[in-house]
């Protein structure tokens, strides 16, 4: 089963206002990553905060972990045309020596100019 | 150079075809890996190369053979494929197989007849 699932599947907002989207995990991790990917592109990294983190920021993006909750938060303010995309949380599952990345069913954001 | 290029962008392939995907970095990345998504999915994992040698297989069929020449070349041939297989493929690198972000690709637009 997926290891992350995103809330919500679609969001819409005007251009200027603030984007939040959830997700939420099943097992422990090591570390979450959030993507992004524009439509039939590939994924752009934008951050990787881990477990022992509650709190990140990269511009205007802003990541929060609650490993008691076992979900995460991506805020992206001021939101842009241009961060029209699909958003992905992405845990890790160790196996062996490798890290797989299981990807939940992503959140499609629409910011309307 | 933080990019990793995949050709070709688009393959178009009949099931009895023979015909390879490759992708490159120069990143000096030690993991590599192909993953395979769906319209309006997330990616799905196929292979994690960790220095060049195999190190998951996702239980992907035989007609998906995946080949690590070099630390930074990756192919994926593909032999007798099934309509069900076209999708979008992706690559996607990172400096170890463990715990970092994943660099992708654009992604290789396979469509089988």
Partial sequence: SQQGEEDPQALSIQEGENATMNCSYKTSINNLQWYRQNSGRGLVHLILIRSNEREKHSGRLRVTLDTSKKSSSLLITASRAADTASYFCATDARRGGSEKLVFGKGTKLTVNP | ?113
């Fill in chain 2, 1 to 113: 150079d933080t990019e990793v290029t995949q050709t070709p962008k688009h393959l178009v392939m009949g099931m009895t075809n023979k015909k390879s995907l490759k992708c490159e970095q120069h990143m000096g990345h030690r993991a590599m890996y192909w993953y395979k998504q769906k319209a309006k999915k997330p990616p799905e994992l196929m292979f994690v190369y960790s220095y060049e040698k195999l190190s998951i297989n996702e239980s992907v069929p035989s007609r998906f053979s995946p080949e690590c020449p070099n630390s930074s070349l990756l192919n994926l041939h593909l032999h007798a494929l099934q309509p069900e297989d076209s999708a979008l493929y992706l690559c996607a690198s990172s400096q170890l197989a463990r715990g970092y972000e994943q660099f992708f690709g654009p992604g290789t637009r396979l469509t089988v007849l």
